[in-house]
T-cell receptor, first 114, second 115 residues
Framework: AQKITQTQPGMFVQEKEAVTLDCTYD???????LFWYKQPSSGEMIFLIY??????QNATEGRYSLNFQKARKSANLVISASQLGDSAMYFC???????????FGPGTRLSVLP | DVKVTQSSRYLVKRTGEKVFLECVQD?????MFWYRQDPGLGLRLIYF???????EKGDIPEGYSVSREKKERFSLILESASTNQTSMYLC???FGQGGLGGGYTFGSGTRLTVV
């Protein structure tokens, strides 16, 4: 069975600083995808970034980058230059195999301080 | 812009009522999902569907049923609402067999309170 672990229930970061949200996963599948979603207080889940297990380079999307270490089974999200609007819950998820359902982590609540 | 629309953002229902939560997507996605989200428990899969008229139980189907008569619409039904079904309900859809970075597109959620 697949599993996602996010060890930080809550994080604080000063505005304009960078922050890393941890995600480790457990899967025996050779091919999988890793996703990060943001959920602001409004409730909607917003897709942020994707990393395929065979991608050679770490994914980047604007201020978001994914620190993917396949051997360690970790896929940490790095947010550079934090903004107040980044305050939200962040979920890491794995699609274990093409066509299988996602498995979500418990989430990390990020609070950006002015 | 692709969209998943949930009919209500907030809903208050009485115990024992039959409740319908509607979800419509305009992306021609094959797959649709219903999750509930509770503090400390994360997202839990209730039901999913890979095709019209097809449905599969997720991790917590008890007390729920679903309907998918059309590709774009996936309804979650609480046959007899109970207070322990007070929760945030999230609908999602994905293309084909998912994967390849397509990911899930979520609706904005329905906060259901059963009194």
């Amino acid at each position: 069975a697949q599993k996602i672990t996010q060890t930080q229930p809550g994080m604080f970061v000063q505005e304009k600083e960078a922050v890393t949200l941890d995600c480790t996963y457990d899967t025996s599948d050779p091919s999988y995808g890793l996703f990060w979603y943001k959920q602001p207080s409004s409730g909607e889940m917003i897709f942020l970034i994707y990393q395929g297990s065979y991608d050679q380079q770490n994914a980047t999307e604007g201020r978001y980058s994914l620190n993917f270490q396949k051997a360690r089974k970790s896929a940490n999200l790095v947010i550079s230059a934090s903004q107040l609007g980044d305050s939200a819950m962040y979920f890491c998820a794995i699609e274990p195999r093409y066509g299988q359902n996602f498995v979500f982590g418990p989430g990390t609540r990020l609070s950006v301080l002015p | 812009d692709v969209k998943v629309t949930q009919s209500s953002r907030y809903l208050v229902k009485r115990t024992g009522e039959k409740v319908f939560l509607e979800c419509v997507q305009d992306m021609d996605h094959e797959n649709m999902f219903w999750y509930r989200q509770d503090p400390g428990l994360g997202l839990r899969l209730i039901y999913f569907s890979y095709d019209v008229k097809m449905k599969e139980k997720g991790d917590i189907p008890e007390g729920y049923s679903v309907s998918r008569e059309k590709k774009e619409r996936f309804s979650l039904i609480l046959e007899s609402a109970s207070t322990n079904q007070t929760s945030m309900y999230l609908c999602a859809s994905s293309f084909g067999q998912g994967g390849l970075g397509g990911g899930y597109t979520f609706g904005s959620g329905t906060r259901l309170t059963v009194v």
